[in-house]
């Protein structure tokens, strides 16, 4: 039994990331209607950054708020530059314009950082969590923070003007532009906190996975599965979804034999595949009806 | 705008731009194509010629992809999932069985076909975004999935297996590079031209239809989770047999050379020769060939960045790919021509 509550708070732990990271991949999905393949090396290029700074002298909290405004500057300037002129493009060019960005930013962080693994520190220590031998202070950290994002997301939505705008520009542009919203701009907006997200789903796995410029690969792929799992059109599944992902991940990977860490990841896309079948929009999505 | 309505709108626009005849090359063009094709590996080195085979092994590959998403509409990150059964059945015949080399790329062929077409199966009730996660998922598993223990006996596991190059038959005087290159061109042209007449045929004109608007098709009688699955296993063969043809050339198979990485090059490649325009299938495959080593000769450490902004370079300048680039040329030739 002991096995198995660990395995669920470590599940629920990395889990936590992967929420992040969907949340980041719904957040520009809900703005441009595309997966961004490249969120992941955003996310892994930002987390460089803080390292840098803490390299430097940064202490962490003052390195992980400069990070956040970079990756957001960052996250709004892809978007003006990059892919403001491919708007009306078809979608595949569009997912070839994410593998493009995806290259380029893969590569120059090898080139600035180099592939060696860099250790990566965490701000809240890697002892056991209140003398509990369940869960340690760093995983407790991540989910932590995570459900603090949670929360501040759903205000910003919920309750200011402009979180009211972006939805609106997201859900019907035509009548958000007719009422005066620039929507153009809630777009890069959107970029610019997915961005952020992003950046923080990095330096919070980065103490797990370690520092380097393939790290985020594998994160990706779960926040993918975990957005797509939930809905891609609702934030809330998305985080569920990453939850969820991370506790069957652990779960799969202890109690199935012969799965191990090799087979991880096919057995979770294996799961997503059977919801889908079940459920295609995902288990929160809603179903758009389309008209001829 | 939805992403379906914008594939809608796409098709439709792509429909306007390119009249039917205009999917394939004019018949001038297609026979110089082929004379071109014919004559130059008998002046290059062995290394060219095994890269033009290459070249042809990544065309239908490509083509493969050509004909599920520029036919039918439905979107594939898997590719390489059927690219490696291919190549694994081809080079177990080969190896463990000791079959010969041109059977096995039509039994690599139908096998394939039988799995794309029971993939495709719950495959039907994605679209979009989903269709792509599911498929990406059967790409990241298929690496995974030859190293299983139990197929070690076939599959070498992780070593992968060595495949014997063939020679030129009936005492041809060529060597082992150039017969495989005329062997695979043959092999090419022929399912080239089967594609073509596929999508000019009913089948094609149904795919075509579920392509532009799913509801409208399937209203006007057209059987959707019929002809939606059965685009999934032609293309699932064509590409098996591609992935068959390879496992020839390289004489090598081995679980990590059929990862992700193989199915983004094949989807690039699409997407720079235009979707939906078979002969551009070839064109993506040089560029998803020869772009990286330039990039690598441009810089070594920035290749990958090299890469990505030349693959910028194309979808801003031609976002339709290399059809795009055609259809200009034509029209230029054309205003001379009156002029």
Redesign the interface.
């Known amino acids: 039994m002991e096995l198995f509550t660990n395995q669920v708070l470590a599940g629920i732990a990395t889990g936590a990331i992967y929420a992040c990271m969907a949340l980041a991949v719904v957040m520009i ?1 809900q703005a441009i ?3 961004n393949f490249a969120q992941g090396e955003m996310a892994m290029f930002s987390t460089f950054i803080s390292w840098q700074l803490m390299q430097w002298g940064v202490p962490y909290w003052g390195a992980f708020v400069l990070t956040l405004v970079f990756a957001f500057i960052g996250g709004v300037a892809i978007e003006r530059i ?1 892919f403001k ?2 708007a009306k ?5 569009n ?3 994410f ?6 930013i ?3 962080a ?2 600035i950082w180099d592939f060696t693994i860099k250790q990566y520190p965490t701000p809240f220590g890697s002892s056991p969590f209140l003398g509990s031998q369940l869960i340690s202070t760093h995983q407790a950290g991540m989910i932590g923070v995570t459900l603090l994002l949670l929360l501040g997301l759903f205000f910003f939505f919920q309750y200011t003007r402009i979180g009211l705008a972006m939805r609106a520009a997201a859900s019907l542009p035509e009548s958000a532009r007719l009422v005066g919203i620039n929507t153009s701009w809630m777009i890069a907006l959107g970029w610019g906190m997915a961005s952020a997200i992003g950046a923080i789903a990095g330096m919070l796995i980065a103490p797990v996975v370690f520092l380097e410029p393939n790290m985020m690969v594998g994160v990706l ?1 779960y926040g ?2 975990a957005a ?1 799992l939930g809905g ?1 059109t609702s934030p809330f599944g998305a985080v569920v979804g990453g939850f969820l992902m991370g506790i069957f991940e652990n779960l799969a990977g202890t109690y199935i034999p012969g799965v191990g860490n ?2 991880k ?2 057995i979770a ?2 799961l ?2 059977s919801v ?2 079940v459920k ?1 929009a995902g288990l929160f999505g809603r179903h ?1 009806v ?1 008209r ?1 | 705008m939805s992403a379906a309505e914008e594939i809608v709108a796409e098709g439709h626009q792509a429909v306007e731009a390119v009249p039917k005849r205009a999917m394939t090359l004019g018949t001038t063009t297609s026979l110089v194509v082929l004379a071109a094709l014919l004559i130059v590996p008998l002046f290059a080195k062995n290394f060219i010629i095994f890269q033009l085979t290459m070249l042809l092994i990544y065309g239908l590959a490509v083509l493969a992809l050509n004909i599920l998403t520029g036919g039918s509409g439905q979107f594939s990150l898997g590719q390489s999932a059927f690219y490696a059964v291919g190549a694994y059945i081809t080079a177990v015949l080969m190896e463990q069985f000791n079959v010969n080399y041109a059977l096995t790329l039509p039994v690599a062929g139908v096998i394939c076909f039988g799995f794309g077409f029971l993939f495709g199966q719950p495959a039907l009730r994605l679209s979009g975004v989903y269709l792509a996660l599911a498929t990406f998922a059967l790409a990241t598993a298929m690496p995974q999935l030859l190293k299983l223990n139990f197929l070690e006996h076939w599959t070498g596991g992780v070593q992968g297996l060595v495949v014997t190059k063939p020679d030129a038959p009936f005492g041809l005087p060529m060597g082992q590079d150039m017969w495989l290159y005329y062997f695979t061109l043959v092999v090419t042209l022929a399912i080239y031209i089967l594609s073509v007449n596929l999508l000019r045929s009913r089948s094609g004109r149904a795919f075509m239809a579920i392509r532009d608007n799913e509801i409208a098709a399937s209203s006007m009688g057209v059987n959707v989770a019929l002809y939606k699955t059965l685009a999934f296993g032609v293309s699932a063969g064509i590409t098996g047999v591609a992935g068959g043809l390879s496992a020839i050339a390289v004489q090598f198979v081995a679980p990590d050379s059929y990862s992700f990485t193989l199915a983004i090059s094949l989807f690039l490649g699409m997407v720079v020769g235009g979707v939906g325009w078979l002969p551009g299938s070839f064109v993506g495959a040089a560029f998803i060939i020869f772009v990286p080593n330039i990039a690598e000769s441009i810089s070594k450490g920035l290749s990958g960045a090299v890469f990505g902004v030349l693959l910028f370079l194309v979808i801003y300048l031609v976002p339709h790919g290399a059809r795009q680039v055609a259809i200009i040329g034509q029209q230029l030739i054309g205003k001379l021509k009156k002029n």
């Open positions: 999905y209607d595309h997966l990059l002129p491919l493009a078809p979608i595949l060019t997912v070839a314009g593998i493009a960005l995806f290259s380029i893969n590569s120059s090898g080139l792929l993918f599965a797509v891609l090799e087979l990841l096919p896309l294996a997503i595949i889908l079948v295609p758009v389309k001829v």
